[in-house]
């Protein structure tokens, strides 16, 4: 057999008490927040990842916009997304030992913390935390990343872990 063809036939009926109780539910989960979202520079901005370690001046430094869009579909709709805490893992290449000038790395005008390993595994991953202030709505991020002497061949991808709430909890 190649293929097998399934047909689902139903019939649905509105329930207004049931769409209400969703919805009540959604939006106390909402509110109820922080969120975690992991973006990977190479592969959700591919293009600035290859221009912070290609520009044609030779400067480190690239631009990432992040939206509503960029969030789960839930928050596409919510004004207010506020950003509570940034990390970066700079996740090196097969082989590398170390990486250089780890600590350049600046996200959206922050500068980081760094440490080596982060989770003890004996790698040359470093962790780059970035102490906020307090809350940065999501709309007055700066986008800018910037670096100094980053090495591309030891670094394989640049995580970002974006910890946010929505509605200004």
């Known amino acids: 057999?190649?293929?097998?063809?399934?047909?689902?036939?139903?019939?649905?009926?509105?329930?207004?008490?049931?769409?209400?109780?969703?919805?009540?539910?959604?939006?106390?989960?909402?509110?109820?927040?922080?969120?975690?979202?992991?973006?990977?520079?190479?592969?959700?901005f591919p293009e600035a990842f290859?221009?912070?370690?290609?520009s044609a001046d030779g400067t480190q430094s690239t631009q990432i916009s992040l939206t509503n869009l960029n969030f789960p579909y839930l928050f596409e709709n919510q004004t207010g997304l506020q950003i509570l805490q940034l990390t970066a893992y700079l996740e090196p290449t097969a082989g590398t030992k170390a990486i250089s000038n780890g600590n350049s790395l600046s996200l959206f005008g922050q500068t980081a913390a760094v440490s080596p390993d982060p989770f003890k595994t004996g790698s040359a991953m470093l962790e780059a935390s970035y102490n906020l202030t307090g809350p940065i709505a999501l709309s007055a991020l700066t986008p800018t990343v910037q670096a100094s002497g980053l090495v591309a061949s030891q670094i394989d991808d640049i995580l970002i872990l974006v910890q946010y709430n929505a509605g200004g909890k």
């Open 1 to 44: 057999i190649s293929d097998v063809i399934l047909t689902v036939r139903y019939t649905s009926i509105a329930d207004n008490s049931l769409q209400s109780a969703v919805y009540t539910h959604l939006q106390s989960y909402i509110a109820s927040g922080p969120f975690l979202r992991l973006f990977s520079m190479k592969t959700d």
């Open 50 to 54: 290859y221009q912070l370690f290609n």
